[in-house]
């Protein structure tokens, strides 16, 4: 009898927008630094990105997502990121 492949729901990854690539936007009228981008392989093997930060004015905030602009290089570093993600999981040693 073959072994049934587990059914994996989802993977993501986050990453660190580097300063030169931050951008700012408007929710609810405050103002955010977006520095962190979490990207999600879809089934269909597509990647989607949303963004992430804080208040330009300091404080928490909230927890608050945001499009990720169409920008050539914010595309370049998901590409990347998507591609290392995949090298660690490649190399991972199993449970510590």
Do not use: C, H
């Not at 994996?8 to 936007?25: E, G, K, R």
């Amino acid at each position: 009898m073959q072994p049934t492949a587990p059914e994996v729901t989802a993977l993501a990854i986050n990453v660190a927008v580097p300063a030169d690539l931050q951008w700012t936007d408007v929710r609810r009228d405050e103002e955010f630094l977006l520095t962190t981008l979490n990207v999600r392989l879809l089934p269909d093997g597509s990647l989607a990105a949303k963004a992430y930060g804080r208040p330009t004015a300091g404080g928490r905030g909230a927890y608050t997502s945001f499009r990720v602009p169409d920008r050539a290089e914010l595309r370049e570093l998901i590409a990347q990121a998507a591609d290392r993600a995949a090298e660690l999981w490649a190399a991972n040693t199993g449970m510590g």
